[in-house]
């Protein structure tokens, strides 16, 4: 609403600017007027009568009588008001058109409506599926009109699954041809709509467009998601894991679908009697050290009270461990290191150094809150001993 606003009151201003720019810069030169045009003429045409004169084409008798003639019409013709336009007070005129245009504005603006009331009529319409379903109706009519277009056939395949109908997805894709061929998400997505048509069978067309999408991108996520589904089905559970463990290592480890993809592959595993994966061995590459409690922030300890040693990368925010336990008596030791590890992929053991924290939280929430006890951020090498941590300040 406030851009809008802006935008407004800018473009406003700029037809103010351009109606009410001759009242602020004058012409360089002004323009001529009747009366001066007349003179001239006259003076033109005394001087032509005079030279006329002169080389004795007429006589002093029809010189005095044209040269009178001539005089009394030039008194005439310079007699009258000159039609120069004579400006008003350009005061007036440039509050009466500041009005009128701001009026003007108002008047549209409250006739046509105002941004928020044009929102909330489109948020009275909401999209529904029946609406969606005209629009892919009416896309897929246009595209009988045009059968050479394979990207619109394309869309139009994906369209239809959004809507669940793979039948006419199938024949979609059937009709996108060859612009498929070239894009591995709809190789996948074209396997997955065959297979869903055909009781979840990968057999056949849906094994080589999978074959197909991963020689084009070996790390597209659905294909490979999609082949280890079909090895399974297959009973084929060491090239199930393969795929998903492919898959697995693309996602964030703390991810639902990081979870979901693990889960498969130990029922995999489990299914193939295939030995669970082996960890790999934690790292005790870290730091310690100990916390204690300023002396005047003793009172505000409490019973149930949770202290925080928070471990970061320098420069960054996510923490990349965090040792948490029950705030009693201090000075308190800590151990940070893998595994107390965040993230698999971001280890202790792995950094040159830390910035090492300490928070005491009555709730023990990872946001900081208002009334924390906290200590001053401190950066430690990786595999430092005995650091000091002084719990000092309270956050306002």
């Given amino acids: 609403m406030t851009s809008f606003l802006i935008s407004a009151l800018l473009l406003l201003l700029l037809v103010l600017f351009w109606l009410l720019h001759p009242l602020f810069f004058k012409p360089k030169e002004l323009a001529t007027s009747r009366r001066q045009m007349n003179a001239e003429i006259y003076r033109q045409e005394l001087e032509k009568l005079e030279a006329e004169r002169a080389s004795g084409a007429i006589d002093n008798e029809a010189y005095d009588q044209s040269h009178a003639e001539m005089r009394q019409r030039l008194f005439q013709d310079t007699d009258e008001p000159d039609d120069l336009s004579v400006m008003g007070s350009p005061k007036k005129t440039i509050i009466g058109i500041c009005i009128f245009v701001v009026l003007l504005s108002i008047g549209f603006y409250s006739l046509l409506g105002d941004a928020p009331r044009v929102a909330q009529k489109n948020a009275e319409k909401p999209m529904t599926k029946e609406s969606v379903e005209q629009m892919v109706a009416q896309f897929a009519q246009k595209l009988e009109q045009e059968p050479n277009n394979l990207q619109g056939w394309a869309m139009l395949a994906r369209s239809y699954r959004v809507l669940g109908r793979d039948v006419e997805a199938q024949k979609a894709y059937e009709r996108a041809g060859s612009y498929v061929d070239s894009d591995p998400q709809l ?210």
């Fill in 187 to 396: 190789l996948a997505d074209y396997a997955d709509v065959i297979a869903a048509n055909n009781n979840g069978s990968f057999a056949g067309k849906p094994n080589q467009l999978l074959k197909k999408a991963l020689t084009l991108d070996p790390n597209n996520l659905l294909a490979l998601w999609l082949t280890g589904t079909a090895a399974f089905n297959a009973q084929d559970y060491k090239a199930a894991i393969s795929s998903w463990e492919r898959l697995s290592k693309q996602l964030p480890a703390d991810s639902d679908e990081a979870r979901s993809i693990n889960l498969s592959i130990e029922e995999a595993r489990s299914k193939g009697g295939l030995a669970p994966a082996s960890k790999p061995a934690i790292s005790t590459k870290g730091v310690s050290g100990q916390v204690d409690l300023a002396s005047n922030l003793k009172s505000k300890l409490k019973s149930g009270d949770i202290l925080m040693v928070i471990a970061r990368k320098p420069g960054e925010r996510m923490p990349v461990a965090v040792f948490k336990t029950t705030a009693t008596s201090f000075p308190m030791s800590f151990v940070l290191n893998d595994s107390l590890a965040m993230s698999p992929s971001n280890l202790i053991s792995q950094l040159p150094e830390l910035s090492i924290e300490v928070r005491i939280s009555k709730t023990g929430m990872a946001a900081p809150q208002s009334g924390d006890l906290i200590s001053a951020p401190k950066t430690v090498r990786v595999g430092s001993n005995n650091i000091q941590l002084l719990v000092d300040t309270v956050r306002p």
